[in-house]
T-cell receptor
């Protein structure tokens, strides 16, 4: 049972436009959410996070939105750059514990 | 340089031959974790450790063992590997919990024949 789902395996966007990556979760007890970015042949790197007490968190070109009622979060990248081409994973956890549940990932391709 | 190292980076083995993948971090982190990445399934947590001598199961612990005898090391042990454990494995560490930034190692590509 996949508690965190990224239903789009891939996304293609033109350079300079907005990229929107989506993530849905089923467990209402999740209270902290993270996005990781992964290039081929490298380990994932942390991108941005959000606590369930907020509905938006912004860091430069990256903004994460959380809709608790819909159990949905999204990552917005504006403007998109070719260097953003990577696989993006969303992840969720509860109670600042050690267990972390990842989605399947979305491969973003930003075309020049 | 602050980093998480894993060894080996690539390993081909046969069913049933015990193996250990080592993981070491030099950041004095309390939290360490192992994940496997498979196509269509994303990253799945195998085991994690909140501190020395404290380990807990993640989502897919079957067939794996871990130990945390010292803070810096968190080896992953496959006592009797099977072909369904063929995967890309990542070790990660963070200061205290998963709300702290996790730093991932470069990955270990394991093939079990």
């Amino acid at each position: 049972d996949q508690q965190v789902k990224q239903n789009s395996p891939s996304l293609s966007v033109q350079e300079g436009r907005i990229s929107i990556l989506n993530c849905d979760y089923t467990n209402s007890m999740f209270d902290y959410f993270l996005w990781y970015k992964k290039y081929p042949a490298e380990g994932p790197t942390f991108l941005i996070s959000i606590s369930s007490i907020k509905d938006k968190n912004e860091d430069g070109r990256f903004t994460v939105f959380l809709n608790k009622s819909a159990k949905h979060l999204s990552l917005h990248i504006v403007p998109s750059q070719p260097g953003d081409s990577a696989v993006y994973f969303c992840a969720a956890m509860r109670n600042q514990g050690g267990k972390l549940i990842f989605g399947q990932g979305t491969e973003l391709s930003v075309k020049p | 340089e602050a980093q998480v190292t894993q060894n080996p980076r690539y390993l081909i083995t046969v069913t049933g031959k015990k193996l250990t993948v080592t993981c070491s971090q030099n950041m004095n982190h309390e939290y360490m974790s192992w994940y496997r990445q498979d196509p269509g399934l994303g990253l799945r947590q195998i085991y994690y450790s909140m501190n020395v001598e404290v380990t807990d199961k993640g989502d897919v612990p079957e067939g794996y063992k871990v130990s945390r005898k010292e803070k810096r090391n968190f080896p992953l042990i496959l006592e009797s590997p099977s072909p369904n454990q063929t995967s890309l494995y990542f070790c990660a560490s963070s200061l205290r919990t998963t709300t702290d930034t996790q730093y991932f190692g470069p990955g270990t590509r394991l093939t079990v024949l």
